[in-house]
C-alpha cells in the first residue's frame, strides 16, 4: 500500500509568486491558511514563505528576490511562469542510496525505449531561517535529453527529491492550524497531454516506487505523506481550447491541489491553484 515505507513520500509543492506577493500575500491566501516565514536560500536569489500541514506536507511560495533578472539567471527555475511550477518528494532512505535506486527504477520502466529520462546526482543546497537555525539538504534532480542533444533539461513531469541532513523538523516548521481546516495535501492534478498520460504515468510510478496495481486508485497515483493519510497524483484531461492548447505545448502542467480535512473528509473544500482566487 502506499502507506510502506518504500514508496516516496510527498515532500512539498513549490508555487512561484512575484515578490510583493509573497512580502504581502493575497487575501485568499490568508484568509484560508496561516504562513509561516522561510528565509532567503544558500545562493542569495530567492526567498519563501511555507504553509505547513499536519500530514507533513507543505507548499512553498517562493520568490525571487525583488523580481531581478539577474537572479532568474542561471537558476533552474529561472524560466518558470508564476505558478505552481515544481513538486518534490522524500523516502527514509539516504539521499545516495535513493538516487542509486532511482536512476535503476526509472531505466527499468523505460526498457524498449529511447530511455530519455533519468536523475542528476544529488546537490546540497540550504537556506537560513528568520530565526538563523541554517538547514541543509540534498536535492535529486530529473533530467531529460532528447534526440541527439548534449544537454539535458529540467521534465516538469518528474518530482524531485530533497532528502535532510540537518534535522527535517527543522526545515518543516510552522502553523499548521489553517482557517479553511485543510489538514494536508489529498491530491496533485497536473494536466497532460492525453496521449503521453500513460507514459507519464509510467515514469511517475517508477519516480516514486509506486509501480504496483495496487498502488493506483484508478483515477492517480497514490502516494505517501510524512505522517499523514495517503494523497495521490491525478491527471486532468483538457477539455477547452485553451487547455488543449497548453496540454500540446507542454506537455505536463501542474495545475491544482486539493486538501485532506480529517475526519470531515468530504469533497468539498478550497481548491489552490494560480492565479490565487479573488
Not at 526567498?47 to 520568490?63: A, H, M, P, T
Not at 529511447?114 to 540534498?138: C, F, H, K, M, N
Request: aromatic share 10%.
Amino acid at each position: 500500500m502506499a502507506s510502506d515505507q518504500k514508496v516516496a513520500l510527498l515532500d512539498h509543492i513549490i508555487v512561484l509568486v512575484p515578490h510583493p506577493e509573497l512580502k504581502d500575500p493575497p487575501k485568499w491566501l490568508t484568509d484560508n491558511f496561516n504562513i509561516t516565514n522561510g528565509g532567503r536560500h544558500a545562493d542569495g536569489k530567492t526567498e519563501n514563505k511555507l504553509i505547513v500541514f499536519k500530514d507533513g506536507s507543505y507548499i512553498e511560495l517562493i520568490s525571487f528576490i525583488d523580481d531581478l533578472p539577474e537572479n532568474r539567471a542561471d537558476h533552474w527555475w529561472g524560466s518558470k511562469p508564476y505558478g505552481i511550477i515544481d513538486w518534490a518528494f522524500t523516502n527514509q532512505v539516504d539521499y545516495e542510496s535513493n538516487y542509486e535506486a532511482l536512476i535503476s527504477r526509472l531505466a527499468d520502466a523505460q526498457k524498449g525505449s529511447s530511455g530519455t529520462y533519468s536523475y542528476a546526482p544529488p546537490q546540497l543546497g540550504g537556506r537560513i531561517r528568520p530565526d538563523g537555525v541554517r538547514l541543509e539538504w540534498a536535492v535529486t534532480f530529473p533530467t531529460n535529453k532528447e534526440g541527439t542533444d548534449t544537454e539535458t533539461t529540467r521534465p516538469s513531469n518528474l518530482p524531485f527529491y530533497c532528502h535532510d541532513i540537518t534535522p527535517r523538523g527543522n526545515r518543516v516548521n510552522g502553523e499548521t492550524e489553517h482557517p479553511c481546516g485543510a489538514v494536508g495535501i489529498r491530491e496533485v492534478l497536473a494536466l497532460a497531454d492525453d496521449a503521453k498520460t500513460g507514459v507519464f504515468a509510467s515514469l511517475i510510478r517508477a519516480a516514486v516506487d509506486s509501480d504496483s496495481r495496487e498502488q493506483s486508485n484508478g483515477n492517480g497515483i497514490l502516494v505517501g505523506t510524512p505522517y499523514g493519510a495517503p494523497g495521490s497524483i491525478s491527471f486532468i484531461t483538457p477539455v477547452t481550447d485553451a487547455e488543449k492548447e497548453e496540454a500540446r505545448l507542454h506537455g505536463f502542467v501542474l495545475k491544482e491541489l486539493k486538501f485532506n480535512y480529517g475526519q470531515d473528509n468530504g469533497l468539498g473544500g478550497v481548491i489552490f491553484k494560480y492565479p490565487f482566487q479573488a
